[in-house]
């Protein structure tokens, strides 16, 4: 085998159209081996005797795409000291770009003898290991452009490759569950009928089935337990495994676009496949373990803010070298859009707490790269001090979990709920206004994929997860859900209307709050998991998208809240409200937002703390949008009220009077989900359904009275209505 020294950088098989260059980081290496495999697993061994700042490499100019690869580094195997080299393991590139294969969890993985974790095993593992695939790095982009969707006009689509296309029947079965079927136009065509601009891919880095799981026959369907973070996972691929799922990737990224979607990837960098200091030696451990991962005191054992087993070290200059040059790989190679962080507050960690200054924001602040994508925060980790909603630096949205838990709470008639409802939906300044971030920050969802889907939050008030083997222990059990009166599936029609209409209200609200929404694959056709709210093992008919039983209506219903949404700036402000009063013409002045009680009169301190009240109103002035286009022009829009009513009875509502509007026309009614009925006049009642929600729109009357003019508003709506945060309420 012809060997040439080649170069320490760029890091993992680099294919030039000729030959390929391998390298490898490895401080603890005493020699490093390059171990190449043969279709029929014949092992051909190449020393590296090239090393330039802990950097191992050759160049071997007959290495082709498709060759499959892995390493074997010698050195210390000193557990106490930190220190776990084993030449024996045949090691994963962790810049692998692809690979084939699977781990088995034979024993031979493993440095120490079942039963005696202080022993020493000696066996091959390559048998027994995923390999590591040289790729062909060209591709056909055909001249593909990122969308780039301006955070305030975006609406995310949380999916999983598998889950969202197994069932789906305009799709071939040898194409579903893979990135062509993500591609395939029937699921682009759903995706634009519901005007989604992103679609954000829950873990699609080369991720490993853990062994408890598949002794219990069950598979780690989620996927956050990553083993390779630049290879797409190749059971995603429909057309093989040797590099092909690369293009298949590729040509999936390069069909969203040309649709006008983005791709978020949700990225697992917290932590990997190789869990405690129990857990198998397939790449970062063998290669080296100090420099990958945080390690206690007594160096035999691994620090873990993720609940795995590990956590990755973000103090180590080269484990932050390896999270950025896969980023980056991801943005240029393959053309992402943007990512979702899981447990991001593990990547804040300099020593023990949580520092929004950490190295790691430091280097995204300044990649020029990175730096200009959609960077989304899972807020938390399960370490002390690791839940911080609205901690991020500036440059960052993030998963607002208070959102979820206070809308939540609202819908289902939890008391004392309304200040902070009324905070969430407005923006939650209270949480991102100090840091100069602006409402789009706030990434409101109401599911995901942790926790129940929206039509069983309305369905279930306990989890049902006896299918995932452990005796329902595992899974969130505070909820926050409403099963309307009976647990599970039911023929009482009015506790399932009143289920749908919930679903509705979830919808409406989520579509309408000030910032980006986030839906849940399959929450638009009212996807069940049977009360299930922890599917990550459930790779089954548990989790995945039934098509079958799609509820058009609601699909429906979805795709006109949206298009409010989209076509009406007052809904995606770039600015959060003020309560400033603001000239609109003619004498008129009115805020940016009035909360409304059901008398038509602004919201008093008292109707804030009463205990009881769970109806309000919300008056949004199209005039003070305080935003500009693109060319520079002010955006204006129409105004809008929105009538909430969270109680099980009716409750009559007084529109405001001509000082506000004169006619108001219905956009939306969850009770009989309306999107068209006749206008209604300045200080008419309205009926609000129980549970409910209704959305006004200002009407332009095609007559209007030349010898009308609107007079001044009265005091009390036109003095600054501040924002209600959770302490005021």
Known sequence: MQTWPGTPYPLGATFDGSGTNFAIYSEAAESVTLCLFDEDGTETQVPMLEHDAYVWHAYLPQVQPGQQYGYRIAGPYEPGNGSRCNPSKLLLDPYAKATTGQVDWDQSLFSYNFGDPDSYNDADSAAHMMKAVVINPFFDWAGDRAPKIPYGDTLIYEAHV??????????????????????????????????????????????????????????????????????????????????????EFKSMVRALHANGIEVILDVVYNHTAEGNHMGPTLSFRGIDNGAYYRLEEDKRYYTDYTGTGNSFNMRHPHSLQLIMDSLRYWVTEMHVDGFRFDLASTLARELHDVDRLSAFFDLVQQDPIVSQVKLIAEPWDVGPGGYQVGNFPPLWTEWNGKYRDTVRDFWRGEPSTLGEFASRISGSADLYAHSGRRPFASINFVTAHDGFTMRDLVSYNEKHNEANGEEGRDGESHNRSYNLGVE????????????????????ATLMLSQGVPMLLHGDELGRTQYGNNNTYAQDSEIAWVNWEHADEPLIEFTRAVAKIRAEHPTFRRRRFFNGRVFERGEGEALPDILWLSTDGTPMQTEDWNAEFVKSMGMFLNGRAIRGRDDRGEAIVDKDFIIYFNASDSLVQATLPGEDVARTWETVIDTAGHSTDCDPVGAGSVLNLQPRSMVVLREYDDPDPDPDHSVAASVASMTQPVPIITPAQS
């Open 162 to 247: 598998k889950g969202l296309t197994q069932l789906h029947p305009d799709i071939s079965e040898e194409m579903r569950g893979s990135y062509a079927a993500i591609a395939h136009p029937a699921v682009i065509e759903h995706f634009k009928r519901l005007g989604v601009t992103a679609v954000e891919l829950m873990p699609v880095h080369q991720f490993v089935h853990d062994s408890t799981l598949q002794d219990k026959g069950l598979r780690n369907y989620w996927g956050y337990n990553t083993i390779g973070f630049f290879a797409p996972h190749a059971d995603y691929s429909s057309t093989g495994t040797l590099g092909q799922q690369v293009q």
């Open 488 to 507: 599970g599936p039911t023929d009482d029609e009015n506790i399932n209307a009143m289920r749908a209409r919930q679903q509705r209200n979830f919808i």
